[in-house]
């Protein structure tokens, strides 16, 4: 015998679906909102590196001294190369005492990421006489950037599609990377998940760790990081003149060649870049067992050099200004 069904059942069917779907998205969005909040209120205090970036980040902030002639301050910014590269109670000793230099080192970064990410602390009032940023040879060169945390930490909300653009994301890959400027918990959640795969699964970190380090950028045509160099040193220095601070480029050392085409684009730029260390001059003695970080050997042989550098450049500067 044929059943028949109701208007009021199907009425009732589709009451009983949307009050289950509405529920469904209210469990989702406050599951979301609770993660969200649990990573905004842990992550900086349980991640130490994270603390200490964004301990240099803040202090960078308070600095309005350009122009002032008054403890004019060098903001010193690179990644793992320069945290790794300065012995920075040396380089706090032994600079010339009228300038005060304070870091901020965020690993993994290249050059879209300081470009912007100095945009930004120039946007929120950062005002230091003078900015030295280091980066290697490829670094320099690279389209790429660090990604999800660059966009929540260093990136302001305006610059989101420049990068997009430049940086030649697709579409997946954009909208990760926008809604991590806007999410603590999605900016931050690969950190978490390789911390929790490193406690539960250690050797498996380890290996990882082992063929990164391993791992070597294949090296760049002169006249390609010759032009590259010569272009993104114009707009880093262009940059920083808008805000009232001298610009300084510093090359690190490492596996990669190119300091001297550097060294020459800044020239015919006029473009201050220093180079402390010439290519291939450190031998496996001056590196950690990655061999890509300087160990406490190298740190301090490429930190009395780029300290003496730094001191006859400042002096030469002063000496023009006056």
Sequence with gaps: MPSFISDSDIARNHLRLDRFTIVLLGTIIVMLISIETLFRERFD????????????????????????????????????????????????????????????????????????????????????????????????????????MSARYLVQQSDLLDIVRQSHMNATVASEFILAHYSEYYSTREIARGYVMSKLLPTVGELFHTRYASYRDPAIEEPVLRQLASTRLEALNQLCRANGAHFLFVVPPSYQEGGATILHAGKERGITVLLPVNDNEFDGSDYEEDGIHMNEKGARIFTERLTRDLNKELAKQNSAGS
């Design 45 to 148: 205090r349980t991640s130490s590196v994270q603390q200490h970036e964004d301990a240099e980040r803040q202090s960078l902030l308070h600095f309005r001294d350009a122009g002032t002639g008054k403890d004019p301050h060098i903001v010193i910014v690179g990644n793992s190369l320069m945290l790794h590269g300065i012995d920075v109670p040396f380089l706090e000793a032994n600079l010339d005492s009228r300038f005060v230099p304070v870091t901020y080192f965020v690993l993994g970064t290249n050059y879209n990421d300081w470009y912007f990410g100095l945009k930004r602390l120039f946007a929120e009032g950062m005002r230091p006489d003078y900015v030295l940023l280091g980066l290697s040879p490829n670094q320099l060169a690279t389209s790429e950037i660090r990604g999800d």
